[in-house]
């Protein structure tokens, strides 16, 4: 049976993007010249409510890469798979080509 995590309010499910350890010519990369914390949103929350009770929507969609903060989210396993849950304030910006 499958399994599928829906983040509650705010929050946001990411898959980080491994970054190649080595080039198609076989050289091995150092990490700190591929260190770049990103990751693809899977999931997003309905957004946190303010205080009239109305939704704020989360400002990302299933599918963005985003900037992640070097510290921070909550790691969460599902099957074989490593996710992270963080905030929508903690994400720091979306990456496009």
Known sequence: MAKRLIPTLNRVLIEKILPPSKTTAGILLPEK???????????VGPGARD?????????FKEGDTVLLP???GSQVKLGEKEFHLYRDEDILGTLHE
């Open 33 to 43: 010249s591929t260190k770049l914390n990103t990751g693809r949103v899977v999931a």
């Open 70 to 72: 070097e510290f921070g």
């Open 51 to 59: 205080k009239e009770g109305k939704t704020i929507p989360v400002p």
